[in-house]
T-cell receptor, first 115, second 112 residues
Framework: DAGVIQSPRHEVTEMGQEVTLRCKPI?????LFWYRQTMMRGLELLIY????????DSGMPEDRFSAKMPNASFSTLKIQPSEPRDSAVYFC?????????????FGDGTRLSIL | GDSVTQMEGPVTLSEEAFLTINCTYT??????LFWYVQYPGEGLQLLLK?????DKGSNKGFEATYRKETTSFHLEKGSVQVSDSAVYFC???????????FGQGTTLQVKP
């Protein structure tokens, strides 16, 4: 079975540009999570969705960040305009609804570098 | 609120040494507990889990026991290998939100 698929794997862009990160969750999973990982802050939950609806976006750092989930098989995380401090690895994860026995499955991440 | 605390890293061991990574949690109720592992350049992978008190999760020689009395879920392995070098995350499942609450991660370095 395919796992969580993220694209691109690496992104290097200049400050001020728009960045779009993409995620395809595991089929049948109805929770989707976006995380950011840095050396300084560790692993941070940015936002998560249940059945395509954003449930908690309190981890989104600024209005420059936005996330959408137009359907059950696709989500995007956008940064506009990007800044050097946004450089990090961004992970997407998915899980089955509300069942505490089911773990979250992570993608391999997008390594973002803002110059 | 719910939280997870792990021992500070990095932990550096020689091959075949015994490993313990401490994890304690604060939560309402009795959440499911997880250990995840992150190898360099990869995402987090589930290593093992336990869903109720006194459960022991195990995988690839790693074990952890859900201790309600001490609110702990320490990770152990009897004989580590160089290939076990990674970052290990302890986490609890927050039942009312569906979120995982992660510890800060512990880096393990195993030297030949």
């Amino acid at each position: 079975d395919a796992g969580v698929i993220q694209s691109p794997r690496h992104e290097v862009t200049e400050m001020g540009q728009e960045v779009t990160l993409r995620c395809k969750p595991i089929s049948g999973h109805d929770y989707l999570f976006w995380y950011r990982q840095t050396m300084m802050r560790g692993l941070e939950l940015l936002i998560y969705f249940n059945n395509n609806v954003p449930i908690d976006d309190s981890g989104m750092p600024e209005d420059r960040f936005s996330a959408k989930m137009p359907n059950a098989s696709f989500s995007t995380l956008k940064i506009q305009p990007s800044e050097p401090r946004d450089s990090a690895v961004y992970f997407c994860a998915s899980s089955l609804a509300g069942n505490s026995n089911q773990p979250q499955h992570f993608g391999d991440g997008t390594r973002l570098s803002i110059l | 609120g719910d939280s997870v605390t792990q021992m500070e890293g990095p932990v550096t061991l020689s091959e075949e040494a015994f490993l313990t990574i401490n994890c304690t949690y604060t939560a309402t109720g009795y959440p499911s507990l997880f250990w995840y592992v992150q190898y360099p350049g990869e995402g987090l992978q589930l290593l093992l889990k336990a869903t109720k008190a006194d459960d022991k999760g195990s995988n690839k020689g790693f074990e952890a026991t859900y201790r309600k009395e001490t609110t702990s879920f320490h990770l152990e392995k009897g004989s580590v290998q160089v290939s076990d070098s990674a970052v290990y995350f302890c986490a609890l499942h927050q039942g009312n939100t569906g979120k995982l609450i992660f510890g800060q991660g512990t880096t393990l370095q195993v030297k030949p």
